[in-house]
């Protein structure tokens, strides 16, 4: 490898389309082109297409294919399920965390400003993990509730725990939406067993196509549409289905699915391996979150904190002259000036700057020596 090869370790922002996605998604840009609502037989050819993929994705989730319903990606499916509960499902509070993705925080926060929902946050301990404690106290102390918690955090790595809280919102009549983004693909997710109304998808997040996401809402759960103007999706999102798109997302989980344990295994020697040349090269460093610990987080997230570095913009930019690709938070609040809101809730007087590296299956061993030999150049 040149010392310039481009070195890709952002991939909790997107991850690159795997080529054999892009084979499955190639003929419906080119021959399979109808629009699925048509009744004709090219429109049905292509509605076939489209339930073949809802019924792939459901058959991977333990779900039904009417729990299944396609969106343009994970902030969409977010924005769905709050709205749906507070307009229509009397959800009166929505209880979530001050480290959750701004598809959920931000929806949440617009409509406690609006007066329709109150919004109450559960506080977290100073690994980031949810406090559980305080998660029942406030549910016992509202109405009618949605509990919205994503499963793996996308910066510091940490895992929730579905099943003790599913058990608390069972308990308290509440409805549970955890933001699945960055696990789905990773992890297996038994939706039969988890007591977990609504889950979400990101093609993008697990080497498919961006723009195409879904909705798991178990049935029984009503909720109601985010985008009108059409009968598509079962009446509950208007809009030209993105044919390719859901070809694409369900060929990707598919080959997710029957890798995970292996790709598991692979990422996990690399961000160990990552790790123990920090530590070794960098006294002192230390990992936010969970993310150091290879076996309880996120195993593709690994977000350091480097102690004698003050500014992370000069430090994720001359790792950009290098060809090196990390972040310092959410690829979403990127190119702005506001630093990450999780580490901030998390330790607001932390000193030295933060990087987020996040790793796939196309990931080496000889690039984490190149970006350990970077590193060390850049911060001594």
Not at 38 to 58: F, L, M, N, W, Y
Not at 60 to 89: C, K, R, W, Y
Not at 98 to 123: D, I, N, Q, S, Y
Request: hydrophobic residues 40%; negative net charge.
């Amino acid at each position: 490898m040149s010392e310039k090869t481009p070195i890709y370790l952002d991939n909790a922002a997107t991850t690159p389309v795997d080529p054999a996605v892009w084979a499955e998604m190639q003929p419906y840009f080119e021959n399979f082109t109808a629009n699925p609502s048509s009744i004709h037989s090219h429109g049905r050819q292509a509605k076939v297409a489209v339930e073949k993929a809802r019924k792939t994705i459901a058959t991977l989730l333990g779900a039904s294919p009417s729990e299944i319903f396609f969106t343009s990606g994970g902030t969409e499916a977010d924005n769905t399920v709050l709205q749906s509960a507070v307009l229509h499902g009397g959800c009166k509070v929505i209880i979530t965390s001050p480290l959750e993705h701004h598809a959920v925080l931000h929806t949440a926060e617009a409509w406690a400003k609006l007066g329709l929902a109150e919004l109450k946050l559960v506080r977290v301990n100073p690994d980031g993990a949810i406090d559980l404690v305080h998660l029942e106290e406030l549910l016992a102390s509202s109405d009618k509730a949605i509990v919205s918690l994503m499963h793996g955090n996308n910066e510091i790595g940490n895992l929730l725990d579905l099943n003790a809280v599913g058990d608390l919102c069972e308990q308290y009549g509440a409805l549970f939406h955890s933001d699945t983004v960055q696990t789905m693909g990773h992890y297996k997710h038994d939706a039969s067993a988890l007591k977990v109304h609504f889950m979400v998808g990101a093609a993008h997040k697990f080497h498919g196509p961006k723009g195409i996401g879904f909705l798991y809402a178990k049935a029984g759960t009503k909720f109601s549409p985010l985008m009108h103007g059409g009968a598509q999706e079962r009446n509950q999102r208007g809009g030209t289905e993105n044919v390719y798109g859901m070809i694409g997302i369900a060929k990707a989980l598919e080959m997710a699915y029957t890798a995970m344990d292996e790709h598991a295994t692979y990422i996990k020697g690399l961000k160990a391996y990552f790790i123990e040349g920090l530590q070794k090269q960098f006294p002192g460093i230390s990992f936010n979150g969970a993310s150091g610990d290879v076996e309880n987080s996120l195993y593709t997230v690994l977000n350091v904190r480097f102690p004698s570095v003050a500014d992370g913009d000069m430090l994720l930019f001359q790792l950009d002259i290098e060809k090196i690709s990390a972040s310092g938070g959410s690829a979403c609040s990127s190119g702005t000036s506001v630093g990450s809101h999780v580490l901030s809730a998390l330790n607001p007087t932390a000193t030295g700057a933060a990087v987020r590296f996040s790793f796939s299956k196309n990931n080496t061993r000889t690039e984490i020596d190149r970006v350990l030999e970077v590193l060390k150049n850049i911060v001594s």
